[in-house]
């Protein structure tokens, strides 16, 4: 099994500061596109910014300026550093990973198979 958990989130006035840890776990063979997505209440979740394996870069309109994503390939890690937030960015924070990995198939055909993980979220609330 490969997991992905999220740490970091929490309560922060306007104008703070928080970073957002994602570190996956499990028969991994590589990750690709790591990302953070949101979702805030009644709303559908977006995307906020991600990164690719060559180390680009992409962010939603809404958070660029303020969000920086970073990733950690030895530690199968992504981060995303929130500065300047605002109350709009209260949301549950998710990870998303595109990852190649062992399944007992795979292992069997020595070749690791795609698969998308999410983790399972971490809230983030900001104070006006």
């Known amino acids: 099994q490969v997991q992905l958990v999220e740490s970091g989130g929490g309560l922060v006035q306007a104008g703070g500061s928080l970073k957002l840890s994602c570190v996956a776990s499990?028969?991994?063979?590589?990750?690709?596109?790591m990302e953070w997505y949101r979702q805030a209440p009644g709303k559908q979740r977006e995307r906020v910014a991600g990164i690719r394996s060559d180390g680009n870069r992409y962010y939603a309109d809404s958070v660029k300026g303020r969000f920086t994503i970073s990733r950690d390939d030895p530690k199968k890690s992504v981060y995303l550093q929130m500065n300047s937030l605002k109350a709009t960015d209260t949301a549950v924070y998710y990870c998303?990973?595109?990852?190649?990995?062992?399944?007992?198939?795979?292992?069997?055909?020595?070749?690791?198979?795609?698969?998308?993980?999410w983790g399972q979220g971490t809230p983030v609330t900001i104070s006006e």
């Open positions: 998303r990973a595109d990852a190649r990995v062992w399944t007992p198939a795979g292992i069997r055909d020595s070749r690791p198979q795609y698969l998308t993980v």
């Open positions: 499990g028969n991994i063979f590589e990750i690709n596109d």
